[in-house]
C-alpha cells in the first residue's frame, strides 16, 4: 500500500508522444483499449452520455468479452450525468465500476472532495495521462471541428509501473467511507532531484487532497530555478499565491514567462473573471499573457526550460485543496521540444492582453471581475480558517 507523503522517483528508458486535441488522442486510446489481452485501468472525472462514451464503452465491452479485466475508476459528481443504461452496460459486460465519493447531503463540505484524475492504463505496456474526459465536448465524431483544447501523452516504459501502482492504491482507497481523513504525513513530501536532461526521462506527480502535495512543490521549485522560460497552460487561473510571486519573480530576473490561458470560450465565465485579478501585477511585472481564441483551451501544461509537467492539475487553489490529481513530468528532449512547439501554435491563434488593453475594458467586465474576484477570496478565506 502506498503511504500518505510517498513520492514517486525519476525513471528512464521512456517513450512519450504529446497528442493534442479529442480528434488526435480519442482514436489513439480505443485502439490500445482494442489490442489489449490482460487488462485495461480506465480513471476519469467526467464521464456523460453521448457518442464519445458510447465509442469508448464499446471498445470496453468488446475488451472485457474477450476475457480482459476492465476496471472504470469515475468520480462520484463528474459521471452524474451518466444514465444508468450506460452504467447498467458495464455491469453486464463484467466490468468493474467504482465511484470515487458518491454525493450525499449528510457530508455537506465534504462532498467537494472529488477525484480529478484522467488516466488509461492498458495492460503493463502503455498508459494515457492528461486532462480529458469521455464528454462530447473533448470528442464527437460527427462534429470533428468543435471540441475542447486538450491534450494526452502516450507513455510506454518501465513509467507505466508506477502509473499502475497509482491507480491500484486509489481503486482500493475509494471504498473507504471517510476516503479525506486519510493519515497526514509527518513531514512534507521530498521530491526527488531532477536528473539531467536526457531522453525518455520521467516521474509520476500527483496530489491527494491534503494528504500529499508533491505536484505543487515540484511546480514551485523549478520556477524557482527557471532560467530561460515558463510557459504556462490552464483553463482556470487561480493560481496559489506562492506560484503567484515565483511567476513575478522569474520575470523579473529575465525569464520568459508566458502564460496561456482562456478566453470568452469558457465552460465556467465566473472563474474566468474571478481569475482575472491577477492580470495588472503580473503584467507589470513582465508576464505576458495570451487568452486563447479558437475553442474552450482546457489543457493543463508546463513549461519550464525543458522540465514539462502535463496532466490533470490546474495549479489553483481549489484544485490543490480538494482534489485527487497526477501529472506527468518529464525531462526529455524531443518531449519538450514538441511541447514548446505545441505552445507557439498556440500562443499565435491567441490574443496578446496588455496593460493598456486592460485599463480600456468597459465597466461590466470591470465589475464583474471585481465581483467574482472579492467572492473567490471570500470563500477560499472561510475554507483556510475552517481547515
Known amino acids: 500500500m502506498m503511504l500518505a507523503g510517498e513520492v514517486f522517483p525519476w525513471r528512464d528508458a521512456n517513450h512519450f508522444q504529446l497528442l493534442i486535441d479529442g480528434p488526435q488522442f480519442f482514436p489513439r486510446m480505443l485502439a490500445s483499449i482494442e489490442a489489449a489481452d490482460r487488462r485495461v485501468d480506465i480513471e476519469l472525472y467526467l464521464v456523460e452520455d453521448g457518442q464519445c462514451v458510447e465509442l469508448l464503452f464499446d471498445s470496453l465491452v468488446a475488451a472485457a468479452e474477450r476475457g480482459v479485466r476492465v476496471r472504470c475508476l469515475f468520480d462520484g459528481f463528474g459521471c452524474l450525468k451518466l444514465g444508468q443504461k450506460a452504467r447498467q452496460r458495464l455491469a453486464d459486460a463484467g ?23 484522467k488516466l488509461i492504463v492498458v495492460d503493463d505496456s502503455l498508459c494515457f495521462v492528461g486532462g480529458t474526459g469521455a464528454t462530447d465536448e473533448f470528442w464527437n465524431p460527427e462534429r470533428s471541428d468543435e471540441h475542447w483544447h486538450e491534450a494526452m501523452v502516450e507513455i510506454t516504459g518501465p513509467l507505466v509501473t508506477d502509473w499502475r501502482r497509482l491507480f491500484d492504491v486509489q481503486w482500493t482507497l475509494c471504498l473507504k467511507k471517510r476516503i479525506w481523513q486519510l493519515p497526514l504525513p509527518q513531514r512534507l513530501p521530498k521530491v526527488p532531484a531532477n536528473p539531467l536532461v536526457g531522453d525518455g526521462m520521467g516521474r509520476v506527480a500527483y496530489s491527494a487532497a491534503r494528504q500529499h502535495r508533491d ?163 471570500l470563500v477560499i478565506n472561510i475554507f483556510n480558517r475552517s481547515g
Open 95 to 117: 466490468i468493474e465500476l467504482r465511484l470515487y465519493n458518491p454525493l450525499k447531503i449528510n457530508l455537506k463540505f465534504r462532498n467537494l472532495h472529488r477525484d480529478h484524475r
Open 215 to 377: 505536484i505543487l512543490h515540484s511546480l514551485l521549485r523549478n520556477l524557482r530555478r527557471a532560467e530561460r522560460r515558463i510557459w504556462l497552460a490552464t483553463p482556470y487561473f487561480l493560481p496559489t499565491g506562492r506560484v503567484r510571486r515565483e511567476l513575478m519573480r522569474a520575470a523579473r530576473r529575465g525569464v520568459d514567462v508566458q502564460l496561456l490561458l482562456t478566453s470568452r470560450n469558457t465552460d465556467h465565465p465566473s472563474v474566468r473573471y474571478a481569475g482575472q485579478r491577477y492580470y495588472p501585477r503580473l503584467l507589470r511585472a513582465g508576464v505576458r499573457i495570451h487568452e486563447y481564441q479558437p475553442h474552450f483551451l482546457h489543457l493543463k501544461m508546463v513549461l519550464v526550460d525543458d522540465w514539462v509537467s502535463v496532466g490533470s492539475c490546474n495549479f489553483d487553489h481549489w484544485n490543490l485543496r480538494w482534489n485527487l490529481e497526477a501529472n506527468l513530468e518529464t525531462l526529455d528532449r524531443p518531449f519538450s521540444a514538441s511541447v514548446a512547439q505545441s505552445f507557439e501554435d498556440d500562443f499565435s491563434r491567441s490574443i496578446e492582453i496588455d496593460l493598456q488593453q486592460w485599463h480600456s475594458r468597459p465597466l461590466s467586465q470591470r465589475i464583474y471581475q471585481r465581483m467574482w474576484g472579492l467572492l473567490d477570496r
